[in-house]
């Protein structure tokens, strides 16, 4: 079954950096639409940052430019490369996948289009 784990997760001060990886197995990694979701204390999910199965990439206005997501079809992994980090970005933040988009780009931040997530990893930034 699809399995997916997050990893990368801690503490960091304001301005720092993190790098999250997530490792997909139990399905045809290219084949998925992935992305990462976050979860702050007290709030919705919403979405991060995501690729779908074609390469097209979508950031949320909030880490447009701070954060980078990528994807390694050959070794099953999803990363998400963040910079210059705020308290606000404190959060779980998860990994998700659903089958391809077929070209509807508008879904792959939508939290209810995904299907499967990880048990997620907890991000803390400090001021």
């Known amino acids: 079954q699809v399995q997916l784990v997050e990893s990368g997760g801690g503490a960091v001060q304001t301005g720092g950096s993190l790098r999250l990886s997530c490792a997909g197995s139990?399905?045809?990694?290219?084949?998925?639409?992935m992305a990462w979701f976050r979860q702050p204390p007290g709030k919705e999910r919403e979405g991060v940052a995501g690729?779908?199965?074609?390469?097209?990439?979508r950031y949320s206005d909030s880490v447009r430019l701070r954060f980078t997501v990528s994807r390694d079809n050959a070794k099953n992994t999803l990363d998400l490369q963040m910079s210059d980090l705020k308290p606000e970005d404190t959060a779980m933040y998860y990994c998700?996948?659903?089958?391809?988009?077929?070209?509807?780009?508008?879904?792959?931040?939508?939290?209810?289009?995904?299907?499967?997530w990880g048990r997620g990893t907890q991000v803390t930034v400090t001021s």
């Open positions: 998700e996948a659903r089958q391809k988009l077929q070209g509807q780009w508008w879904l792959l931040l939508q939290p209810d289009s995904y299907n499967y």
């Open positions: 139990g399905y045809t990694f290219g084949s998925y639409a």
């Open positions: 690729t779908d199965e074609s390469g097209l990439t």
